[in-house]
């Protein structure tokens, strides 16, 4: 069967303004809390693409009522307790579902679940959730010793632990705070690295229990809550393609509104400053704790940069794109520490190194961390590897001289459309 693929012309200036789609880990999390509250809650412009969708179904199938309503979603919760599923949950590719569903399972009294997704679902690691579940009691299981999906969890008598994160990881702090909703005594989540912290913003929202204090975060049993309305804020990591596309095209501006500018995900904004770039951002608003605002690219020549170790924590999904940036700014651009890069829906550190020599870019890779020697790229053809992110970023890096994109439908897991903006932005119907 022939492969379906998208062909971009070279892209004159960008310019205009735009607002990306819903952020992707506050819907995950406003739906999954919402279907946890007691009543009706509205969850204003979230992101409705193929993880979060995935994510609507899990809860309908766990006995929330989830409706469509417009852009918005209304849902109607079960008020802690939820309903054993008449079938295996499908995850899909989201694995930010599978990770913080593991959690809230775990504490549901007697209740039974099987949980599965796609492909390259299954083959993402899960050992590094289930391991601290079971030490709150948790009962899992699954292949290679419930380390990979299917995973079937049998829920209740969890009791709270005090868990250092080995590794900096949103998903696994914010499983441990769902399973600590439904454990005996204090559950406490030490992270040696600060890491996104959008479970915590929306427990303060929802007026569940919470302690912060320096690395150490902290929850209890919850008793039943009442549903709020949310708001979700456009996705900080979808803006970013946009961002880095300005930057690297002569005579570009772009402005993109209404963009969630919470300082645990906006690491990429001091990389591109330090690379030279001329961004401008301000924070206008506020929606459930979250920061909004917009940020406003312009054309930069940028230059190589050694980027940070601490800083990938805070943009990890925006390395990709930050890839884009670096093959063409002149000299050397070094980023390091990206072992969790490899377990993501594809291996993004061997998916870029593949597609940067593909476009011409010289690059060397090694096991948790790329050198990448700038200049700009050459046309080419760009490899997805099943991965939203490098679909997108690979777009964006070879813009200003035109690339054939393979299965460019994989940008709907985050961003349908996508390419529609892109094109507008470029002046192209």
């Known amino acids: 069967m022939d492969r379906p693929f998208l062909d971009l012309a070279p892209c004159g200036p960008l310019r205009g303004s735009l607002r990306v789609p819903g952020d992707k ?3 995950h999390r ?42 918005h979603f209304r849902v109607r919760g079960q008020g802690l307790r939820l309903r054993e599923p008449e079938d295996v949950v499908d995850c899909g590719n989201a694995g930010t579902l599978m990770r913080l569903l593991l959690g809230i399972l775990s504490g549901q009294e007697g209740l039974f679940a099987v949980l599965t997704g796609d492909a390259s679902l299954r083959r993402r690691p899960m050992g590094r959730v289930v391991e601290p579940l079971r030490a709150m009691g948790a009962s899992i299981d699954g292949r290679e010793g419930g380390k990979k999906a299917p995973l079937a969890v049998r829920g209740g008598g969890l009791k709270g632990v005090s868990y250092t994160l080995p590794v900096p990881s949103a998903q696994v702090k914010s499983a441990l705070l769902l399973a600590g909703l439904f454990a005996e005594g204090v559950t406490e989540v030490v992270e040696p690295v600060p890491t996104r912290d959008h479970t915590e913003r929306l427990f303060r929202h929802f007026g569940l229990p919470l302690e912060a204090e320096g690395p150490r975060v902290r929850t209890r049993r919850a008793e039943p809550f009442p549903a709020r309305d949310l708001t979700v804020p456009g996705d900080f990591s979808s803006a970013a393609f946009f961002l880095v596309a300005a930057l690297l095209t002569p005579g570009s501006e772009v402005t993109v509104e209404g963009v969630g500018l919470n300082t645990t995900r906006t690491g990429l904004l001091k990389v591109l400053r330090e690379m030279g770039a001329d961004l401008e951002w301000q924070v206008v608003e506020g929606e459930a704790g979250e920061p909004v605002g917009w940020i406003r690219a312009r054309y930069s020549p940028l230059k190589g940069v050694s980027v940070d170790p601490g800083l990938i924590p805070l943009m990890v999904d925006e390395v990709p794109v930050l890839a884009a940036a670096a093959a063409w700014a002149e000299g050397e651009t070094y980023i390091p520490n990206l072992s969790e890069l490899r377990v993501k829906e594809s291996d993004r550190v061997a998916a870029i190194a593949h597609n940067l020599r593909a476009l011409g870019v010289g690059v060397e890779e090694g096991p948790d961390w790329l050198r990448i020697q700038g200049g700009g790229v050459k046309p080419g053809e760009v490899e997805p590897f099943h991965d939203h992110r490098i679909a997108m970023a690979f777009a964006v890096a070879a813009l200003p001289v035109g690339v054939r994109i ?24």
């Open 406 to 429: 393979w299965e460019p439908h994989w940008a709907e897991i985050s961003y349908p459309g996508f390419f529609q903006d892109l094109k507008r932005l470029c002046g192209a119907s």
């Open 30 to 71: 406003g739906l999954m809390l919402l279907a946890l509250a007691q009543g009706e809650g509205r969850l204003f412009y979230p992101l409705k693409a193929g993880d979060t969708l995935s994510t609507a179904r899990a809860m309908q199938a766990l006995g929330a009522e989830v409706l469509e309503e417009g852009p």
């Open 25 to 27: 880990s506050v819907t």
